[in-house]
């Protein structure tokens, strides 16, 4: 067994001990033999082996820290270098040992200096792949289609934020993630059996395996989804081995409101079709009445006649009804942008002024109009216009407004002087433009009807002022979503990780399964107090997750809480968290329910977790959630790691390892250091041999720290 420092000095100063008291005891025993009827000298005897005893503790306790301590200390330290050569140890202990650190130091810095030459060229030989990253990352983000990449077990490697709102729509974001099933949205055998159909067709040669089908969501969305295979050649085969399907893709198009529009335009024709028979069949039948019976009373062909003319003005209402019912719906036939409609007009007056060179002006222009337009398209009808303005009515100026009738956004293109006749008008509506020297094979009528748009010309005699005013289909303003607290952690959310194209689900338990493969959900909590058995509450739960040896700053669960009890001044001061931070904030029992899904199938991490797991334990009876993962503890994980340093706070223990600590004391800031710090000490404790999430548990149970309880 190996003896501590302590220990040692203990058995030490005993040996000393003993050996003096055991030297006492025969030289005055003897004495005694020698000088025969004397008094008993055990007492002195006793109180001389107790001077002997601390005579040689006091002797030895700078022995041990010099020459049992230091070293400990020093070797420890060194360790933490040889993972990374910034680090440098302390020059404490004997002179020799202060020497040796210095040696120490020097070849750190020289393998630092090796290391970063070797760096910078590594660096420089990966410019063209993190280009190619930087590229994708970009592509994903602004690509307007949803798209995951998953691997075989279904665990989700590749999603875009598109992807992430449509699939976490009512089961939650804390689904949605790098490393978690995708079968927490779509049914297992509905991807089972798509990819049995692209495993076939892959086997029969042809060249597009992919498949189609149309799924809801548990939130009752409809999506088209496209799956596509993503293959490869098996493990341990050359480039000539067998193809197979490693992984596949998954195109998702929410197909809900064009399913809703089908069916309201479904609707429509039946009503237009039940409802017209009728008033057909009468105007059928009058019609025959009045062909049949030319030579009939005036009085009778009155009759027909209002019949005829009744039932045509009921289908004329129906039609209109029907039309203006549906009218928004008809801009699906073209793809159209929604913009800003004063953000149109900016472009328009730099356009305009570009192309047929008269100054263009704005007035009036309602800021808070959306619109449906196809923006290129409509622009070259401003030009169209204005040139014809410009060499036909000789218009020196024209002005651009903006409003909207409820319906409609209106947008007016103004001049001052000649009015235009309707036939003009006409002829310019439905000729090919020309305008600038470009040529476009589409008229104004063209633009308008495929963007469900309409333009008439309108005069104000009163000003002497003219105008086409055009009615564009309105658009809804985009909700503004609230953003995620914001970590200086890099400029690009991390949504992929095709390193777990090679992950699989083990038979084993996970206390054999290696630390390194292991996906983790580490945790902190900001509380009321420091008693939790005695009545104080969460407030605040911050999380995020590691998965593949990555921490994922960008999959995070934040989450102020409702204590629904006094916030003492004392705890503010710590956490800065509020009372009115708190105001609306739920309760815990309907935060802790989303967290124990945030935290599925993962391993538990967490500094001092016995404070944090005590908080959630107390919870169990009240919420029936019970987090029963296994949990690491970064505490007990140094002191394994570190027995001979004086402190294992977060913050002493970021020091040790070279972890810079951001946003200390906030739940989300904390969980953040904590997973830095936890990623440094898995290669330590591999080193230790400690390689399995079973070992580790089993060393941090035999520390001190273990038996802390609160």
């Not at 070849?107 to 290391?115: C, D, F």
């Not at 055998?189 to 798509?194: D, E, P, Q």
């Not at 398209?377 to 903006?402: A, G, H, K, P």
């Not at 007016?412 to 433009?433: C, H, K, Q, R, Y």
Request: include cysteine.
């Amino acid at each position: 067994m190996k003896l501590t420092p302590e220990r040692r000095l203990y058995i030490a100063t005993a040996a000393v001990g003993a050996f003096a008291a055991a030297l006492l005891w025969v030289a005055v025993k003897l004495t005694q033999s020698a000088a025969a009827g004397q008094e008993d000298a055990t007492a002195a005897l006793f109180v001389v082996g107790l001077f002997a005893v601390a005579a040689a503790f006091a002797a030895l306790k700078p022995l041990v820290d010099l020459f049992v301590r230091a070293p400990a200390a020093l070797t420890e330290e060194t360790r933490i270098v040889i993972r990374d050569s910034a680090r440098r140890v302390k020059p404490v202990g004997s002179v020799e040992i202060q020497a040796l650190a210095e040696a120490i130091n020097e070849l750190a810095g020289r393998r630092q200096s090796l290391e970063e030459d070797v760096a910078a060229e590594i660096a420089r030989a990966q410019a063209s792949l993190e280009a190619d990253r930087n590229r994708l990352a970009v592509l994903m983000a602004e690509l307007r289609q949803s798209v995951v990449v998953c691997n075989l077990d279904g665990r989700i490697l590749l999603y875009n934020q598109r992807a992430r709102e449509i699939l976490s729509a009512g089961v939650g974001s804390e689904l949605i993630g790098l490393g978690r099933s995708l079968y927490a949205v779509f049914e297992r055998s509905l991807i089972a059996h798509a990819l049995d159909q692209v495993g076939r067709r892959l086997q029969a040669g042809e060249t597009s395996p992919a498949t189609e089908f149309v799924t809801t969501t548990p939130a009752g969305r409809l999506l088209r989804v496209h799956l596509a295979p993503v293959t490869g050649h098996r493990e341990g085969e050359g480039a000539d081995g067998d193809v197979s399907m490693t992984g596949y893709v998954l195109l998702l198009d929410d197909i809900t409101l064009t399913f809703e529009k089908e069916n309201k335009r479904d609707a429509l024709i039946q009503s237009l079709t039940e409802g017209g028979r009728g008033p057909l069949g009468n105007i059928r039948a009058a019609a025959e009445m009045l062909n049949n019976y030319p030579d009939m009373e005036a009085e009778q062909r009155a009759r027909f006649l209002s019949v005829i003319r009744n039932e045509v003005e009921g289908l004329s209402g129906r039609v209109e009804q029907a039309a203006k019912a549906y009218a928004r719906e008809l801009s699906a036939r073209w793809k159209l942008e929604e913009m800003r409609g004063a953000d149109l007009v900016t472009f328009a007056v730099a356009r305009v002024s570009a192309r047929c060179g008269l100054p263009v002006k704005e007035e009036d222009i309602d800021d808070g109009v959306w619109m449906k337009v196809e923006s290129f398209s409509f622009l070259q009808v401003l030009c169209y216009l204005t040139t014809r303005l410009r060499d036909e009515y000789e218009v020196s100026e024209v002005r651009l407004s903006l409003s909207s009738d409820g319906e409609h956004a209106c947008l007016d293109l103004g001049w001052l002087g000649t009015a235009i006749n309707s036939e003009t008008v006409m002829n310019w509506e439905i000729e090919p433009m020309r305008s600038a020297g470009e040529e476009s094979p589409l008229s104004v009528r063209d633009v308008l009807d495929r963007g469900n748009g309409e333009m008439w010309f309108q005069r104000k005699r009163a000003s002497h002022r003219a105008a086409f005013r055009f009615l564009l289909p309105l658009a809804q303003p985009p909700e503004q979503k609230v953003a995620a607290a914001e970590v200086a952690r890099g400029s690009r959310p991390e949504y992929y990780d095709f390193d777990l194209f090679s992950w699989s689900e083990k038979s084993h338990t996970l206390d054999d399964r290696l630390l390194s493969e292991l996906d983790y959900t580490v945790f902190d909590t900001e509380t009321t107090g420091l008693e939790p058995s005695n009545g104080d509450e969460i407030i605040q739960i911050g999380a995020t997750r590691i998965v593949n040896r990555r921490l994922l700053t960008h999959e995070v669960f934040d989450q102020l809480i409702d204590p629904c009890r006094h916030l003492p001044e004392a705890s503010v001061k710590i956490h800065g968290i509020t009372p009115e931070m708190l105001v609306d904030q739920p309760p815990i029992g309907k935060v802790l329910p989303q967290f124990r899904a945030f935290c599925a199938d993962t391993v538990l991490v967490a500094h001092n977790a016995a404070f944090d797991m005590r908080f959630l334990q107390l919870k169990e009876q009240a919420t029936g959630i019970r987090f029963d993962l296994p949990v690491l503890d970064t505490l007990l994980l140094s002191a394994v790691l570190h027995p001979n340093q004086e402190s294992h706070r977060l913050e002493a223990i970021a020091e040790r390892l070279g972890v810079i600590i951001v946003g200390r004391h906030t739940a989300l800031g904390d969980a953040f250091v904590t997973g830095e710090v936890f990623l440094k000490m898995v290669p330590l404790l591999a080193e230790m041999g400690i390689h399995t999430l079973g070992q580790a548990r089993e060393a941090a149970e035999k520390t001190y720290y273990a038996r802390v309880q609160y």
